[in-house]
């Protein structure tokens, strides 16, 4: 099935306003709308800002699938799942039995070594920074999560607002890893040694199987770009870049 066209730039600016204490976007002279309908507006200009760029820098078609701090924006308006912030919590908690980083395997010991090497550091920082005892396993069962580092995790993820919990689900999604998603988001990793080390074993298999080179970049391409949104996403999602009260001397 043939996929829909790109729906073509209708307008020529875009800006950004501040109104009833939130930011909203404007193309032209229409206020940009959430696919539901819902109007645009959020607490972070800093974001605002960044949204009206990716629409700004749109050419003759609006490529959607490209624009992921806006959809990212969109989800966290719209809710389209009805998702509670217990539930986002709950799936970023579940994700954590599967994470990539998690599964290492000594049937190959070039891969193992590497594994060790590149995955392990990431683990320990992981264990220290927020007070867990996460185990890799060796072989396809899943490691085993104690309530106690499953309720740390979670009592972290719970301090954050909601919207700012759909970005770490954007990030672990992209990466396959919890803890390479907290470890980019905490500045530990940048967004392309996170991406590397998520695609481990890919490139370490590609080496012996060979690969698409086109199509390696543009995936190595896109996921680079979802987990830098997603980072900045959370990160002007917090406090400190909201609309502050302006009191009156």
């Not at 729906?7 to 976007?25: I, Q």
């Not at 800002?49 to 992921?68: G, L, P, S």
């Not at 590397?196 to 970049?217: N, P, T």
């Amino acid at each position: 099935m043939l996929s829909a066209a790109p729906p073509k730039r209708f307008y020529k600016r875009t800006s950004v306003l501040f109104n009833d204490g939130k930011y909203e976007v404007t193309l032209d002279h229409r206020k940009l709308k959430t696919p539901s309908g819902k109007l645009f507006a959020i607490k972070s200009e800093p974001l605002a800002i960044a949204v009206a760029t990716e629409f700004d820098h749109q050419k003759e078609y609006i490529e959607r699938a490209k624009m992921h701090l806006s959809a990212l924006c969109f989800t966290a308006i719209d809710n389209p799942y009805n998702q509670t912030k217990t539930d986002l919590v709950n799936y970023l908690i579940n994700y954590v039995a599967t994470d990539t980083v998690l599964f290492q395997y000594d049937n190959e010991k070039d891969l193992h070594e590497l594994q060790c090497n590149e995955w392990d550091p990431i683990i320990k920082w992981f264990n220290e920074r927020y007070e867990t005892n996460l185990k890799k396993t060796m072989d396809i069962t899943p490691p085993q999560i104690s309530e106690e580092d499953k309720s740390k995790i979670s009592k972290y993820l719970m301090s954050h607002e909601e919207d700012v919990l759909h970005g770490f689900v954007f990030a672990v999604d992209t990466l396959k890893s919890v803890i390479l998603a907290f470890a980019t988001i905490d500045q530990r990793l940048h967004v392309d040694k996170a991406v590397a080390l998520a695609r481990l074993e890919e490139e370490y298999q590609s080496k012996f199987w060979g690969r698409v080179e086109w199509s390696h970049d543009l995936n190595q391409q896109e996921s680079q770009a979802r987990l830098a949104a997603a980072v900045l996403f959370v990160h002007l999602n917090r406090s400190e870049y909201f609309v502050k009260e302006k009191i009156l001397i």
